[in-house]
C-alpha cells in the first residue's frame, strides 16, 4: 500500500516533539477488553486465532494514520471536523455513542486492575482505589506533557511484561508457526468466529481515533511530522499486534478449551509458574490504567468537539471545566460500579468488543468523508490506493461483525 511521501527528513528534535500520539494509542489499545480476548482466543482454540491476529495489523495502522493525518492537516479533532462539515447533528452520531461505551470501558479496565492486584496478592479493592486516585492525579495536571510522558513509561512495562510472559510459557514454538500462522483456520467453527469478531474489534476502538487525532491537535504536530507520524503507526500497530501474539501463546500454554470468566482467570493462572503469573499481573494493571487515561481523554476531546466546547490541556484550568465533568459522569459510576463486583465483567468485555465493531461505522465513514472534503487526496497529502485500502478495510470489518451478530445474537 502506499502512505504519504514527505522528502524532507525531520530532526531529532522535532521528532521528539511529535512523537506520542500514535505510539500510545496502539499500546493502549491493547487494553484489559482485548487482554482478555487474547486469552480467550489462545484458551478455546490455541494458537489458531494468531494468523487473524497478523493480518489485523495492516488495518490498525492504516485507519488510524488517516485519522491521525486528518488531524495534522487540518489542526481538528474528528468530532470537530464533523461538525466543521455537517454540523452538530453528525458530530453527536460520531462521538456520543463512543463516549457512552466508553462507560463499560472503564468499568472493564477497573476489572482487570482488580485482576492483576489480585493475581499479585494485594486486595484488588486497594489496587482500584490507587488507580482511581493515580487516575486523578494524572488529569488534573495543566500540561499534557506531563501527562504522555508517563503513559509512554506505562505502554514499556506493558510491551516488555507479555513479551517475557510468551518466553516463560516455554510454548512448542514449532506449533506456533505451523498453527498460529496457517492460513487454514476453522472458520465453520462459529465461537472461533466470534472470536475473529472480537479480535476485529479489539483492534480498531472508536476512542483510538478520538484520542489519537485529540492528541495530535494539542501537541500541534505539523505536516512536516507527516513522514515520522507513518512510520510511528506502523510500529505502533506492529508490536500492538505482537503483543496480542504474546498474550495468545501464553494463554494457549495454560490448557483448556472453554470459556473463561472472571472468576476462572485467577484459577487458569494457578497453572503458571509464578515469574509468569506476575509478569501477567503486571501486565493486567499497566493496561488497565493506561486505557483509563487514554479513554478519558478521548472522551472528553470527542464529547467537547461535538459540542463545540473548547478544551485544551494547556489553556489552564478555567477552560477545563467540560473535561472535569465528562471525566467524573465515567469515572466515578464506573468505580463505584466495579467495586459492587458486577458479576460475569468477561462476558461485557468480550461483547464489548463486537459491539465496537457497530459504533466504528458512523467514526469510520466520517473520518473517510473528510478526507474527501478536504481534498487531500487532490493535493498528494494522502495517496487514492491509501484510502481504496481504508474503504475496503473499512466494509470487511463491518461485514463480518453483521455476520458475527448473525450468528450468535446482539451482544448484550
Known amino acids: 500500500m502506499s502512505f504519504i511521501h514527505i522528502q524532507s527528513k525531520s530532526s531529532l528534535s522535532s521528532i521528539a516533539r511529535a512523537f506520542g500520539p500514535a505510539w500510545i494509542v496502539m499500546i493502549a489499545d491493547v487494553d484489559v477488553a482485548s487482554i482478555v480476548t487474547g486469552i480467550q482466543s489462545g ?7 494468531i494468523f487473524i491476529v497478523m493480518i489485523l495489523t495492516v488495518p490498525l495502522a492504516l485507519i488510524q494514520y488517516v485519522a491521525g493525518s486528518v488531524a495534522i492537516h487540518t489542526q481538528r479533532g474528528i468530532a470537530e471536523n464533523v461538525r466543521y462539515h455537517w454540523g452538530k447533528s453528525y458530530s453527536y452520531l460520531a462521538a456520543i455513542p463512543m463516549a457512552t461505551t466508553d462507560f ?63 518466553v516463560l ?27 475473529v469478531v472480537a479480535n476485529i474489534g479489539a483492534v480498531v476502538m472508536p476512542w483510538m481515533i478520538f484520542y489519537q487525532a485529540g492528541a495530535i491537535v494539542e501537541k500541534k504536530v505539523k505536516r512536516g511530522s507527516l513522514h515520522m507520524h507513518k512510520w510511528e503507526n506502523i510500529v505502533g500497530a506492529l508490536v500492538s499486534e505482537l ?6 501463546i501464553a494463554s494457549s500454554s495454560l490448557g483448556g478449551h472453554g470459556m473463561v470468566s472472571l472468576d476462572t482467570i485467577p484459577k487458569i493462572m494457578s497453572f503458571a509458574g509464578e515469574y509468569l503469573k506476575f509478569v501477567i ?18 472522551s472528553a476531546w470527542g464529547v467537547c468537539e461535538a459540542l463545540n466546547v473548547k478544551f485544551r490541556f494547556n489553556g489552564g484550568y478555567k477552560n477545563r471545566k467540560s473535561f472535569f465533568v465528562i471525566f467524573y459522569l465515567e469515572s466515578f459510576p464506573a468505580l463505584i460500579l466495579t467495586l459492587l463486583a458486577v458479576s460475569d465483567l468477561i462476558s461485557l468485555m468480550i461483547n464489548l468488543m463486537v459491539i465496537y465493531v457497530l459504533i466504528d461505522i458512523p467514526v469510520l465513514m466520517m473520518t473517510g468523508l473528510i478526507v474527501k472534503k478536504e481534498g487531500f487526496i487532490g493535493k498528494r497529502y494522502i495517496s ?25 445474537g446482539l451482544p448484550i
Not at 484458551?43 to 486465532?49: I, K, N, P, S, V
Not at 514454538?173 to 462459529?190: D, F, I, M, R
Not at 503483543?243 to 495468545?248: E, H, K, L
Open 43 to 49: 484458551f478455546a482454540f490455541g494458537f489458531h486465532l
Open 243 to 248: 503483543i496480542m501474539v504474546a498474550i495468545i
Open 281 to 298: 499481573a503486571i501486565g493486567f494493571i499497566a493496561a488497565g490504567f493506561l486505557a483509563l487515561v487514554v479513554i478519558s481523554l478521548s
Open 384 to 408: 487514492k490506493k491509501t484510502m481504496i485500502f481504508f474503504w475496503i478495510f473499512f466494509i470487511i470489518i463491518e461485514v463480518m461483525g453483521i455476520y458475527s451478530i448473525a450468528l450468535n
Open 104 to 166: 463499560l470501558s472503564y468499568v472493564a479496565e477497573y476489572a482487570g486492575i482488580a485482576i492483576g492486584f489480585g493475581l499479585l496478592g494485594i486486595n484488588p479493592t486497594i489496587g482500584i482505589i490507587m488507580a482511581f486516585i493515580l487516575h486523578n492525579i494524572l488529569v488534573l495536571t495543566r500540561s499534557f506533557k506531563k501527562i504522555e510522558l508517563p503513559l509512554i513509561v506505562i505502554s514499556v512495562v506493558l510491551v516488555i511484561s507479555f513479551v517475557i510472559a510468551a
Open 169 to 195: 510459557a516455554h510454548p512448542d514454538w514449532y506449533a506456533v508457526v505451523t498453527q498460529g500462522l496457517s492460513p487454514l483456520q476453522p472458520y465453520g467453527n462459529k465461537n472461533y468466529m466470534y472470536l
